[in-house]
């Protein structure tokens, strides 16, 4: 995957984490809903978030390279005491009951809807399987320490969780873009942190009503900051020249609205049409050496990225 694209990805799952966690910063208590929208609970929830977001910017522009967690922990705690303090927003989750079932079809199914099920399953799975990928190259891209994913390990872990979530009442899911950048920028390098988030995700997952401690502004900062960084990025395909940066824009663009996969697809054929009519136009090359040509461009972008 051409480093430019890769790129466009990151900046268009950003301006999506962006865009849903700024709501937070304006949110404001049923209670305090009025028929004005600006009023003074809003305009003092707005000066909160306000706070909030400096006072992180300020601590991580000064700890990035030293103590990279402190601001997160500040931002936390601190939007914790507010919330004892001042009625703001809290994270709330529906606390339901664990059970076991068995994933089959019920009684009634018919063999139309089974073969549609196989199906629609099939489609999901080739889906989560590209996406994945692609998902590690952005990851590797966002490494600090330049490291190369192991997709196998990555689907097999998917894999495994997924199983085990269908037991639940679960979806499938994917790593997540977001979190490994969070993750990144809080200062967490090993993969033991993954050891500690996941302890941290079943504690709440037993112990949900501690959730509603948290102001919802608190965490809109630390997911809209790391939304920014990863628009940011798109500042290190200046390089590689307009036409790159304007196909990285595109790629976010078309990931934000539509998905990675669909995204990056429309990207990736869009890309081998330019490059087509360019060069069977320009330099009468032969179709078979333009597509080889194409792959190998591909091939040598891709190389940037490591």
């Given at each position: 995957?051409?480093?430019?694209?890769?790129?466009?990805?990151?900046?268009?799952?950003?301006?999506?984490?962006?865009?849903?966690?700024?709501?937070?910063?304006?949110?404001?208590?049923?209670?305090?809903?009025?028929?004005?929208?600006?009023?003074?609970a809003?305009?003092?929830?707005?000066?909160?978030?306000?706070?909030?977001?400096?006072?992180?910017?300020?601590l991580?522009?000064?700890?990035?390279?030293?103590?990279?967690?402190?601001?997160?922990f500040?931002?936390?705690?601190?939007g914790?005491?507010?919330?004892?303090?001042?009625?703001?927003?809290?994270?709330?989750?529906?606390?339901?009951?664990?059970?076991?079932r068995?994933?089959?079809?019920?009684a009634?199914?018919?063999?139309?809807?089974?073969?549609?099920?196989?199906?629609?399953?099939?489609?999901?799975?080739?889906?989560?399987?590209?996406?994945?990928?692609?998902?590690?190259?952005?990851?590797?891209?966002?490494?600090?320490?330049?490291?190369?994913?192991?997709s196998?390990?990555?689907l097999?872990?998917?894999?495994?969780?997924?199983?085990?979530?269908s037991?639940?009442?679960?979806?499938t899911?994917?790593?997540?873009?977001?979190?490994?950048?969070?993750?990144?920028?809080a200062g967490?390098?090993t993969?033991?942190?993954?050891?500690?988030?996941?302890?941290?995700?079943?504690?709440?997952?037993?112990?949900?009503?501690?959730?509603e401690?948290?102001?919802?502004?608190?965490?809109?900062?630390?997911?809209?900051?790391?939304?920014?960084?990863?628009i940011?990025g798109?500042?290190?395909?200046?390089?590689?020249?307009?036409?790159?940066?304007?196909?990285?824009?595109?790629?976010?663009?078309?990931?934000?609205?539509?998905?990675?996969?669909?995204?990056?697809?429309?990207?990736?054929?869009?890309h081998?049409?330019?490059?087509?009519?360019?060069?069977?136009?320009?330099?009468?090359?032969?179709?078979?050496?333009?597509?080889?040509r194409?792959?190998?461009?591909?091939?040598?972008?891709?190389?940037n990225?490591?």
């Amino acid at each position: 995957m051409p480093v430019y694209l890769v790129e466009g990805l990151l900046a268009g799952i950003g301006l999506k984490i962006f865009l849903k966690f700024f709501e937070f910063t304006y949110e404001i208590p049923e209670a305090a809903v009025t028929e004005e929208f600006w009023n003074t609970a809003r305009i003092i929830m707005c000066a909160i978030s306000a706070v909030g977001m400096a006072v992180f910017i300020v601590l991580f522009s000064k700890f990035k390279d030293i103590q990279p967690a402190i601001p997160y922990f500040v931002l936390i705690i601190g939007g914790a005491l507010v919330g004892l303090f001042i009625q703001v927003p809290m994270i709330t989750v529906e606390d339901v009951d664990l059970y076991f079932r068995i994933p089959i079809p019920s009684a009634d199914v018919t063999i139309m809807m089974l073969v549609l099920m196989v199906l629609f399953c099939a489609m999901l799975a080739t889906i989560d399987v590209i996406e994945q990928v692609m998902s590690n190259a952005a990851i590797e891209k966002i490494d600090p320490l330049k490291r190369k994913c192991n997709s196998n390990n990555s689907l097999l872990a998917i894999w495994i969780a997924n199983m085990g979530s269908s037991f639940f009442g679960g979806m499938t899911n994917l790593d997540g873009l977001a979190k490994s950048t969070t993750n990144r920028l809080a200062g967490a390098y090993t993969k033991f942190s993954l050891v500690f988030i996941g302890s941290v995700v079943a504690f709440f997952l037993f112990n949900s009503e501690y959730l509603e401690y948290l102001p919802k502004f608190a965490l809109a900062a630390i997911m809209m900051f790391s939304g920014y960084k990863m628009i940011a990025g798109l500042v290190h395909v200046t390089h590689y020249g307009p036409y790159a940066m304007m196909l990285a824009i595109a790629t976010g663009l078309l990931v934000f609205e539509l998905g990675i996969f669909e995204g990056l697809i429309i990207a990736l054929v869009a890309h081998a049409v330019i490059h087509y009519m360019v060069y069977t136009k320009h330099d009468n090359m032969p179709g078979r050496d333009v597509v080889k040509r194409y792959f190998e461009n591909l091939k040598r972008d891709s190389g940037n990225l490591q």
